[in-house]
């Protein structure tokens, strides 16, 4: 049996790796080290949990542990898709390479560039970052990448295939093309596979295990709900959820559950707390000292249970999560296989439990066909009914109460439209709006146009002003207003068309003249 003293690591990577208690190296670790210890490219594909990190970092240590580093200038570069995996390689550096005097930093998103430019300023031996912030300092003119000897890509196939190609093609041009490259990850699609190659020169290919297979420590179960309605679909889950969790008692140390959307990951974590469970939630959108912290209390048990999104599936380590709970079924069959595989690592046995409904049909299919097995239904039974019939017949009483509503809104619209007073021609309704109507039998209320037409018929003195004061102040008003000449004064002339009130005087003097002869 392989041990790490046969992998020619350097003596003080052995000791650091001796007090962390590891003695034998994983299969993915026996068979990248070597060929990485050797200057050569190396595509690692292995499946979660199986000491992928620690198969690049021990090698990198090894052969970084000569020479210094030069302000701006780093002499490695890991890559990983998310903060928190970039974190936790970070964290494993720390370890390894704690007897040596390599220097390290970390680049990621929600921290100063402040602080992180300091430390590049200094000079670092490896740099480990995100390919935004580290596009950011470079655009910045903080980091010179022509030194880089080691590039290691780590989760390769979420780095090339969530939009993060024109990055990584942009950050290999600025390394050298003598750099050693390292790519490693779980799955690694044919078409995926096919860009590596421009990438990769003459790889070492190391495949410990079957492409996208589950650990066999692992215990899968699917339980498949009824349909229902769109908008009870939701809290069927939820609560189906909850009694799984009742159901496992105290076997469910702590777990991780999954949700598709990062809404729907902050209303599962607050449902679970509204009934009594230890629930924080972690995504994307959350600040990077918040998902810190959340990240943290969870490895030092003081959470019980991390709903996260797809962010928390790639590389992160937390070696005692005894259950995984996928509340939605996964859009991409390959992160099924991340996310189980964050319980059952280094043989530990785990859990995975998957709710699903009808529609999720096809993402079913293409998981199985994946991992090339069928995974076993669970019993949904009349003691785990996802909705009670009180919560039903209450969906059902609020859905009822708010639809008469939009009806009786529409219908009222409708019916002042269509009920209102009969139509009268303008005379009648002129001499209906003259004459006051009976009290015992109020008139009918005419049409809203109907008063327009009755005015317009009126004779002209019934539409004058009724005296002289109220002239001058309806012609002050108007003129105060800025107003089409409402009230003229008689004294002025005949309305000048197409000048309004504001006549030039030369233009009045000229009229009345005219009028004097």
Do not use: W
Request: charged share 30%; proline share 6%.
């Amino acid at each position: 049996m392989t041990k790490f003293s046969d992998l020619k690591l350097h003596t003080k990577v052995l000791k650091a790796i001796e007090d962390v208690g590891y003695t034998e190296p994983t299969p993915i670790q026996a068979g990248a080290i070597p060929p990485a210890l050797e200057g050569r490219d190396v595509l690692g594909i292995a499946q979660t949990g199986t000491g992928k990190t620690a198969s690049f970092t021990l090698p990198m240590i090894t052969l970084l542990n000569r020479g210094r580093a030069r302000a701006r200038m780093p002499r490695s570069l890991v890559l990983a898709p998310t903060r928190e995996l970039a974190a936790q390689v970070a964290e494993n550096f720390d370890l390894y390479a704690k007897y040596t005097k390599l220097t390290k930093a970390l680049l990621i998103g929600g921290v100063s560039f402040k602080e992180q430019d300091a430390l590049i300023d200094r000079g670092v031996d490896v740099l480990i970052a995100t390919p935004g912030r580290l596009l950011d300092h470079f655009e910045r003119g903080k980091l010179i990448l022509t030194d880089v000897k080691v590039m290691v890509v780590d989760e390769a196939d979420r780095m090339l295939d969530m939009g993060f190609i024109p990055d990584i093609e942009r950050i290999f041009q600025m390394t050298p093309f003598t750099r050693q490259t390292l790519f490693f990850s779980a799955t690694m699609a044919p078409e995926i596979e096919r860009i590596t190659n421009t990438f990769l020169s003459n790889p070492e290919r190391i495949e410990v295990a079957r492409q996208a297979s589950a650990s066999a420590t692992i215990t899968q179960s699917l339980f498949e709900l009824p349909g229902t309605r769109r908008d009870a679909q939701s809290k069927q889950k939820r609560d189906f959820l909850r009694k799984l969790i009742d159901q496992e008692g105290e076997k469910v140390t702590n777990g991780i559950i999954f949700c598709n959307r990062k809404v729907d990951v902050d209303i599962v974590a607050k449902s679970l707390k509204k009934y009594g469970h230890d629930a924080e939630p972690i995504h994307g959108d959350l600040d990077q000292s918040h998902r810190t912290r959340t990240l943290e209390g969870f490895r030092n048990g003081e959470i019980r249970f991390l709903v996260a999104s797809d962010v928390a599936a790639r590389g992160l380590d937390v070696p005692n999560v005894s259950h995984v709970f996928n509340f939605d079924v996964p859009s991409h069959a390959e992160d099924y296989v991340h996310r189980i595989g964050r319980t059952g690592r280094a043989g530990r046995l785990g859990a995975a439990m998957m709710i699903s409904t009808p529609k999720d049909e096809k993402l079913l299919e293409a998981i199985e066909s994946l991992i090339g097995s069928t995974i076993p239904r669970g019993d949904v039974g009349e003691q785990h009914a996802p909705v009670s019939k009180a919560s039903e017949a209450d969906v059902a009483a609020d859905s009822k109460e708010e639809r008469p509503k939009s009806r009786s809104r529409s219908r009222s619209r409708s019916s002042s439209k269509s009920k209102d007073a009969p139509k009268v021609d303008a005379p009648e309704a002129a001499s209906a709006e003259a004459a006051p109507a009976p009290e015992a039998k109020p008139a009918p209320k005419p049409k809203a146009d109907a008063p327009k037409k009755a005015a317009a018929q009126k004779p002209a003195e019934d539409r004058k002003p009724k005296d002289n004061n109220e002239q001058d102040n309806r012609s002050n008003a108007s003129r105060s207003r800025g107003g089409k000449g409402r009230g003229r004064n008689e004294d002025r002339g005949p309305r000048v068309v197409g000048l309004g009130d504001h006549l030039p005087t030369f233009i009045e003097k000229s009229f009345e003249q005219r009028r004097a002869d």
